[in-house]
Antibody
Framework: EVQLVESGGTSVQPGRSLRLSCAAS????????MHWVRQAPGKGLEWVSS????????DYADSVKGRFTISRDDSTNSVYLQMNSLRAEDTALYYC?????????????WGQGTLVTVSS | DVQMTQSPSSLSASVGDRVSITCRAS??????LAWYQQKPGKAPKLLIY???TLQSGVPSRFSASGYGTDFTLTISNLQPEDVASYFC?????????FGQGTKVEIK
C-alpha cells in the first residue's frame, strides 16, 4: 500500500525557515517523480515544486523560486522541501504527491498534508 | 505560462443527473491533462490522466475527453458521494498548473 506521510509543518514568523519532510513507502521510490502541492485555507490547489526520479529535473513555481528547495533521498525514501524567507502568503496545507512515473506524469497518490502558518 | 480555466466554478445537480465540467488550456498541451477529486477535509484523489484514462479503482460513471486545449470531465448518474471539488491539471512541464476548481453539490 502506497503511503506518503508529511511532517514538519508548524507556525513560524515571516522571514524564518522551515523544512518539510515526506516519508514514502509501498512503492519503488527511486523510480518516481515526487511533488509538493499547497492549498491555502479555502482556496484551490497550487503546484509548488517537482523533482524527477534521479533528481535530473527540478522545477519550482515562480511564487517560490529562489526561496524553496526540493530534494530527495532515495536511500531513505524521502522528499524534502526547504522553505526560506517565508511570507504570509506561504500559509497553506502542504501536500506531498507521488508521480505516476519518473518524469512528466500525473500525481497518483497524495499524503494528508502538513500545515504551515506564517504569521507574526 | 499556460493558464488552466475551469467552468463552471460550481454546480448543483440531482442524484442520477449527468454533469460536465470543462477545462481550457491557454496553449496546446496535447493530452497531458489530469482530473482530481477533492472531498471536504481530504487530500485530492487522481481520477483521470492522459486526458481520458480512468485511474484504477475509479467508478466507471466518471469519464473524460479532450485533446489540445479543450477538455471535459463527465459524471454520469451523479451520486451523493460525488460531492466534492474537481480540479484539472496540466502536467507536461512546469508550471504544472491546476484549474481553479469546480464545486459539485447535490440539489
Amino acid at each position: 500500500e502506497v503511503q506518503l506521510v508529511e511532517s514538519g509543518g508548524t507556525s513560524v514568523q515571516p522571514g524564518r525557515s522551515l523544512r518539510l519532510s515526506c516519508a514514502a513507502s509501498g512503492f519503488t521510490f527511486s523510480e518516481h517523480a515526487m511533488h509538493w502541492v499547497r492549498q491555502a485555507p479555502g482556496k484551490g490547489l497550487e503546484w509548488v515544486s517537482s523533482v524527477s526520479s534521479s533528481s535530473g529535473d527540478i522545477d519550482y513555481a515562480d511564487s517560490v523560486k529562489g526561496r524553496f528547495t526540493i530534494s530527495r533521498d532515495d536511500s531513505t525514501n524521502s522528499v524534502y522541501l526547504q522553505m526560506n524567507s517565508l511570507r504570509a502568503e506561504d500559509t497553506a496545507l502542504y501536500y506531498c504527491a507521488k508521480g505516476l512515473r519518473g518524469g512528466s506524469s500525473s500525481f497518483d497518490y497524495w499524503g494528508q498534508g502538513t500545515l504551515v502558518t506564517v504569521s507574526s | 505560462d499556460v493558464q488552466m480555466t475551469q467552468s463552471p466554478s460550481s454546480l448543483s445537480a440531482s442524484v442520477g443527473d449527468r454533469v460536465s465540467i470543462t477545462c481550457r488550456a491557454s496553449q496546446h498541451i496535447t493530452n497531458y491533462l489530469a482530473w482530481y477529486q477533492q472531498k471536504p477535509g481530504k487530500a485530492p484523489k487522481l481520477l483521470i490522466y492522459g486526458a481520458s484514462t480512468l485511474q484504477s479503482g475509479v467508478p466507471s460513471r466518471f469519464s473524460a475527453s479532450g485533446y489540445g486545449t479543450d477538455f471535459t470531465l463527465t459524471i454520469s448518474n451523479l451520486q451523493p458521494e460525488d460531492v466534492a471539488s474537481y480540479f484539472c491539471q496540466k502536467y507536461n512541464n512546469a508550471p504544472r498548473t491546476f484549474g481553479q476548481g469546480t464545486k459539485v453539490e447535490i440539489k
